[in-house]
């Protein structure tokens, strides 16, 4: 083996020849993911001192296609965010953590302010001040952004921020597992979507900041939960995974999920007799539907993409026609559990022998991927989105201050997880298994029973993990199969997970 070491207080690039690998990046940070959370905790490695690498297995902009579910909570008409955290609280329940809820909410203000410094577009009221709804669960109109857009929006200001810091992105760039020695992070394994390569990454920190694990209850493009597999991948335990929100502004079987704004800006819930109802009706399983007919005629440019898609993929015209509502699963909240400084946590013990909760070394997580204690039963409309920005700017802060002061390490353990990655791969390929479609479809029917019945659920869990995954395409190149199956392996440990921990 041959090391050459080029130092900069910034960077610190190594290359290294590995067996049959030429070459090997080393990072200080590397963000896992293209959201929000993820884009926002490599601008704070960025501003922290250090040059992080984005690695994620989609693409500039990919992430702008998230559900729009709700826009940022924030405490715009208020004095302070004290009503903020106590609609949090009830809203949540008992499992909410007042502390975290506390440090969030205080943050939403000078969040939402940073993101208009850097071009974010609102949607305004008369005297040019952010525009502010009504949502349920908040005692106060707080809920703001771009429409239906806000995601997409916000995407593409921290995208834009990224490129101006010079943060390099490795798109198309599948996480396989990560590299750890003693319960630290050594680095990150990756395969190359474009050339099918297994490629070795080395770091001291890595962030995770993917998307949640929805897509268990439909398909895993509308959620792969690839930071919680990596972080099951090494023994860290999920917590908060009893508990799966639904959304109740949700088309059956089209993937649409509409955002909640709308109920601020004319949109009703109600009963097929007319009556005005809420979103509680829904989620417990009355027939209802959602009127658009009178949205406010400011609002309707501000929500045109709903009016599309919900056009193209049903037929129905919002304008004259009611939408029939059927709750999903639009997004997740249990994952990775963490501290204030969005470093990941597992059960050890100390020196001494003492039950204690141990930091694994260089792991952090954000965003959809962390269980923060924020939400508790169910997240109070504006609060997913601003825990990603809040969370991610606090990992990637602390994760570049641990970066500065430590070393690189873990080389011999990089190597060995190659070659396990490598035996992953072989093995998915032969595998002989069931086909992609029907995996998918046992693995989202055995999930969607786990209320009635969890042992039935887990048996058949098991029982197609059991089988494998088969494949009928074995090229490595751009090969969309074998990276499905890749998605699809990692949410079947997700939902044993679910089903064994909650």
């Known amino acids: 083996m041959t090391l050459e070491v080029t130092f900069s207080r910034r960077h610190v690039h190594e290359i290294v020849t590995f067996g049959r ?48 579910v709700a826009g940022l909570a924030a405490s715009i008409d208020e004095n302070g965010p004290e009503s903020h ?44 001040l952010p525009h ?30 990224a490129i101006k810091r010079g943060i390099q992105r490795n798109a198309d760039s599948m996480p396989l597992g990560i590299v750890s020695d003693n319960n630290q992070v050594r680095g990150l394994i990756t395969l190359n979507v474009i050339n099918g390569e297994i490629e070795p990454i080395q770091a001291k920190a890595v962030i995770l900041a993917t998307e949640g694990h929805q897509g268990l209850w439909s398909t895993p493009s509308e959620g792969g939960g690839t930071g919680t597999m990596l972080a099951l991948s090494v023994g860290i335990d999920l917590e908060g995974m009893d508990s799966t929100p639904r959304h109740p502004l949700t088309i059956r079987d089209c993937g649409i999920h509409i955002p909640i704004d709308v109920l601020g800006s004319g949109g009703r819930i109600r009963r097929e007799n ?150 992953k791969i072989t093995a998915l390929r032969e595998s002989g298994g069931s086909p992609i479609g029907e995996f998918n479809s046992i693995l989202s029917s055995a999930i969607s029973i786990s209320d009635s019945s969890k042992e039935a659920a887990l048996e058949k869990i098991r029982k197609i993990r059991d089988s494998g ?12 199969e074998l990276l499905e199956a890749i998605r699809l392996d990692g949410l079947a440990s997700v939902a044993e997970s679910i089903l064994t921990t909650g």
């Open 274 to 423: 007319g009556d005005d109802v809420g979103p509680e009706e829904v989620l417990q399983g009355e027939q209802c539907v959602l009127d658009l007919r009178a949205l406010d005629s400011e609002a309707e440019n501000w929500f045109s993409q709903t009016s599309t898609r919900v056009m193209d993929r049903t037929g129905i015209d919002i304008s004259r026609e009611v939408i029939p509502l059927s709750p999903g699963v639009a997004y997740t909240t249990g994952g990775v559990p963490c501290d204030e400084n969005g470093r990941v946590t597992f059960h050890g013990t100390t020196k001494e022998g003492l039950p204690a909760k141990l930091w694994f070394s260089g792991l952090y997580t954000a965003g959809r991927t962390a269980h923060t204690g924020m939400h508790g039963e169910a997240p109070l409309s504006g609060n997913l989105l601003l825990e990603e920005l809040v969370t991610g700017k606090i990992a990637g802060s602390h994760a570049s201050e641990w970066a500065i002061e430590n070393n690189f390490g873990g080389k011999v353990q990089i190597d060995k997880a190659l070659n396990e990655a490598s035996r």
């Open 85 to 128: 955290i106590e609609d949090t609280m009830n809203y949540g329940g008992n499992s909410s953590r007042e502390e975290v809820v506390r440090r969030i909410c205080n943050e939403a203000v000078p969040t939402l302010a940073e993101l208009e410094r850097w071009g974010l577009v609102l949607r305004r009221r008369e005297g040019g």
């Open 132 to 161: 502010s709804s009504m949502a349920p669960g908040h005692t106060i109109a707080r809920l703001t952004g771009c429409g239906d857009s806000t995601i997409r929006e916000v995407n593409r200001v921290l995208e834009e921020q």
């Open 469 to 480: 995954i088969g494949l009928t395409d074995n090229s490595t190149i751009m090969n969309t």
């Open 21 to 68: 690998y030429d070459s090997m990046e080393s990072w200080d940070v590397v963000v896992v993911g293209s959201g929000p959370a993820a884009l926002r905790s490599a601008i704070a490695c960025a501003d922290g001192g250090t040059t992080p690498l984005l690695v994620d297995e989609f693409g500039v902009g990919s992430s702008s296609g998230s559900p729009p």
